[in-house]
Nanobody, 128 residues
Framework: QPQFVESGGGAVQPGESLRLSCVIS????????VGWFRQAPGKEREGVSC????????YYADSVKDRFTISRDNPKKTIFLQMNDLRPEDTAVYFC?????????????????????WGQGTQVTVSS
């Protein structure tokens, strides 16, 4: 089982930025599609962004395109989510995750049903 350590969440004002980090140990990270998911109060958990292991193909939810960037540093076993121009509707608990093996392209796999293991979550609050 992989171990996750998330960091970088916090409270910011609209328009500001945050960078989430997730160290994933216990696995060969470059063999996995990884992703960030979020769950706002009263809403279902949703896929925000996913990144393939070796081809570096990405998926972004429409609501975060052109504002968020996912990246990974495989030797450091770390994935990142750079979040710019944050909005109140981005307020949620953010979870990093590894996805199950699949032949589907990454844009079709960035869903809760494809997650194999979850991080513990980090709170992001955007409010004026």
């Amino acid at each position: 089982q992989p171990q996750f350590v998330e960091s970088g969440g916090g409270a910011v004002q609209p328009g500001e930025s945050l960078r989430l980090s997730c160290v994933i140990s216990g696995i060969s990270l470059d063999n996995y599609v990884v992703g960030w998911f979020r769950q706002a109060p009263g809403k279902e958990r949703e896929g925000v962004s996913c990144l393939s292991g070796k081809s570096f193909r990405t998926y972004y939810a429409d609501s975060v395109k052109d504002r968020f960037t996912i990246s990974r540093d495989n030797p450091k076993k770390t994935i990142f989510l750079q979040m710019n121009d944050l909005r109140p509707e981005d307020t949620a608990v953010y979870f990093c995750a590894t996805l199950r093996a699949s032949m589907l392209p990454v844009q079709e796999r960035c869903k809760v049903t494809h997650v194999q293991n979850w991080g513990q979550g980090t709170q992001v609050t955007v409010s004026s």
